[in-house]
């Protein structure tokens, strides 16, 4: 446990006058855990980074991402996952064909490594495979290497996303070890991701049903400042699916108003991400940005705003914020059981959508670009109710989200622009 400074119980007895409080996260030393943290009660849960490689969506019946564990290392080690394109799972492979490596798209929970190759002009790819309306299953098309932490490399060819069951293959570069697992989304219910681990080859249920930030390492483009992007794995925070971020810089963090704001919450996964603090590299001290706050509206509607105030590196892990909850707004916490329809699909920007029955509540038209920018926000009173809205949008080409919102449930539908 963290021994407080004298400055930081001075900082603690004067949060609790304004209802504030100080929280400590730790991914542990030397980074070794992910750390799930829920806002409203302050709690923690923390899984070993090395538990697992590979993560597959839960949400919905219709995302199909599909990530590798980018944060996990033994010795410095990390997983690598590498595109071999359109070819028979029992085709000859060697390191040599190891050239076009691929990461998660950390902005979004819905792009994951092996969605990494999605065409965002065709609504039936998913990057890994395509939809095949008929059978209602994404039949995957592409082959992938992953080398393990301990230097094996297997060979990886997701079968197929049929009804809410992934079916994957895995075997050695030669063949040998053949192995085939399947893992149901029913069997996870109320998370987002489950996972599976090579080590033990088997499905894993690790995550927390309520958490709202992630603590963790993750595999982001950086500049080297040579004029090269490179990927890097930084020490961040990802926001969970649903909640939202609205970032405030050059302010008073005591007096910063939440209302000025507002226009700048986005639901990208990382919205907070790991530049809120900095490293001096002449005596490696870690700081964090003073001057910056981030207000977080969770899942169930509840504002509040987060100050960072320590950073203590891989030492420790420990992450101290002062955290102060300023109100509740409404928001969404559960999949709406209802069923909408977007036409023209794919289109040109202007499209109908259709409501299958009425909505007795207000709602709202969220649309999102693929990695989780908010482009639209339209609001509707249950009065309005009507079976058809037309939507005229000035969109490029490409990929969106489309989140229909009323009261505490939503329903996400993609569509194309062409």
Same mark, same amino acid.
């Given at each position: 446990?963290?021994? !407080?400074?004298?400055?930081?119980?001075?900082? +603690?007895?004067?949060?609790?006058?304004?209802?504030?409080?100080?929280?400590?996260?730790?991914?542990?030393?030397?980074?070794?855990?992910?750390?799930?943290?829920?806002?409203?009660?302050?709690?923690?849960?923390?899984?070993?980074?090395?538990?697992?490689?590979?993560?597959? @969506?839960?949400?919905?019946?219709?995302?199909?991402?599909?990530?590798?564990?980018?944060?996990?290392?033994?010795?410095?080690?990390? !997983?690598?996952?590498?595109?071999?394109?359109?070819?028979?799972?029992?085709?000859?492979?060697?390191?040599?064909?190891?050239?076009?490596?691929?990461?998660?798209?950390? #902005?979004?929970?819905?792009?994951?490594?092996?969605?990494?190759?999605?065409?965002?002009?065709?609504?039936?790819?998913?990057?890994?495979?395509?939809?095949?309306?008929?059978?209602?299953?994404?039949?995957?098309?592409? !082959?992938?290497?992953?080398?393990?932490?301990?230097?094996?490399?297997?060979?990886?060819?997701?079968?197929?996303?049929?009804?809410?069951?992934?079916?994957?293959?895995?075997?050695?570069?030669?063949?040998?070890?053949?192995? @085939?697992?399947?893992?149901?989304?029913?069997?996870?219910?109320?998370?987002?991701?489950?996972?599976?681990? %090579?080590?033990?080859?088997?499905?894993?249920?690790?995550?927390?049903?309520?958490?709202?930030?992630?603590?963790?390492?993750?595999?982001?483009?950086?500049?080297?400042?040579?004029?090269?992007?490179?990927?890097?794995?930084?020490?961040?925070? !990802?926001?969970?699916?649903?909640?939202?971020?609205?970032?405030?810089?050059? &302010?008073?963090?005591? +007096?910063?108003?939440? %209302?000025?704001? @507002?226009?700048?919450?986005?639901?990208?996964?990382?919205?907070?991400?790991?530049?809120?603090?900095?490293?001096?590299?002449?005596?490696?001290?870690?700081?964090?940005?003073?001057?910056?706050?981030?207000?977080?509206?969770?899942?169930?509607?509840?504002?509040?705003?987060?100050?960072?105030?320590?950073?203590?590196?891989? @030492?420790?892990?420990?992450?101290?914020?002062?955290?102060?909850?300023?109100?509740?707004?409404?928001?969404?916490?559960?999949?709406?059981?209802?069923?909408?329809?977007?036409?023209?699909?794919?289109?040109?920007?202007?499209?109908? &959508?259709?409501?299958?029955?009425?909505?007795?509540?207000?709602?709202?038209?969220?649309?999102?670009?693929?990695?989780?920018?908010?482009?639209?926000?339209?609001?509707?009173?249950?009065?309005?109710?009507?079976?058809?809205?037309?939507?005229?949008?000035?969109?490029?080409?490409? +990929?969106?989200?489309?989140?229909?919102?009323?009261?505490?449930?939503?329903?996400?539908?993609?569509?194309?622009? #062409?």
């Amino acid at each position: 446990m963290k021994i !407080l400074t004298l400055t930081s119980i001075l900082i +603690s007895l004067i949060s609790i006058a304004y209802s504030q409080t100080i929280d400590q996260v730790t991914v542990s030393p030397s980074y070794s855990s992910y750390t799930y943290y829920d806002l409203e009660t302050g709690e923690t849960i923390s899984i070993d980074a090395d538990s697992w490689d590979l993560s597959f @969506s839960t949400f919905g019946f219709q995302d199909a991402a599909i990530s590798i564990n980018e944060g996990s290392a033994n010795m410095g080690v990390e !997983l690598e996952l590498y595109l071999l394109g359109d070819m028979d799972f029992d085709a000859n492979v060697t390191e040599n064909d190891l050239t076009e490596r691929v990461y998660n798209q950390e #902005r979004s929970w819905h792009n994951g490594a092996f969605n990494s190759s999605l065409d965002s002009s065709n609504i039936s790819d998913f990057g890994w495979g395509i939809y095949d309306f008929p059978s209602m299953t994404v039949v995957g098309n592409k !082959l992938f290497v992953l080398k393990l932490r301990n230097g094996e490399l297997k060979k990886i060819k997701i079968e197929s996303l049929a009804g809410t069951i992934y079916n994957m293959t895995y075997a050695n570069l030669d063949g040998t070890q053949k192995k @085939s697992i399947s893992i149901d989304k029913k069997d996870y219910e109320g998370k987002q991701r489950a996972y599976f681990s %090579f080590n033990t080859e088997s499905a894993l249920d690790l995550e927390p049903e309520n958490w709202d930030l992630q603590f963790t390492r993750y595999s982001t483009p950086i500049d080297d400042g040579a004029g090269n992007i490179l990927n890097y794995v930084v020490t961040g925070i !990802l926001s969970s699916e649903g909640v939202e971020v609205a970032q405030a810089d050059g &302010i008073d963090p005591a +007096s910063v108003n939440e %209302f000025d704001y @507002s226009d700048l919450y986005e639901s990208a996964s990382d919205a907070i991400g790991y530049d809120w603090k900095e490293i001096d590299i002449s005596n490696f001290q870690w700081s964090v940005v003073s001057d910056r706050i981030y207000f977080v509206k969770t899942i169930s509607g509840t504002i509040y705003k987060l100050h960072f105030l320590d950073f203590e590196g891989a @030492s420790t892990g420990i992450t101290t914020i002062e955290k102060t909850e300023i109100g509740t707004t409404s928001n969404n916490n559960e999949i709406l059981d209802y069923e909408i329809s977007l036409f023209p699909n794919p289109n040109n920007g202007t499209f109908n &959508i259709e409501l299958g029955a009425p909505i007795n509540s207000n709602y709202a038209v969220n649309v999102y670009s693929i990695d989780g920018t908010l482009l639209m926000n339209k609001r509707f009173n249950a009065s309005d109710y009507s079976e058809i809205i037309e939507l005229d949008l000035k969109l490029n080409s490409g +990929s969106y989200f489309l989140k229909l919102e009323s009261k505490d449930k939503f329903i996400v539908e993609r569509f194309i622009v #062409r």
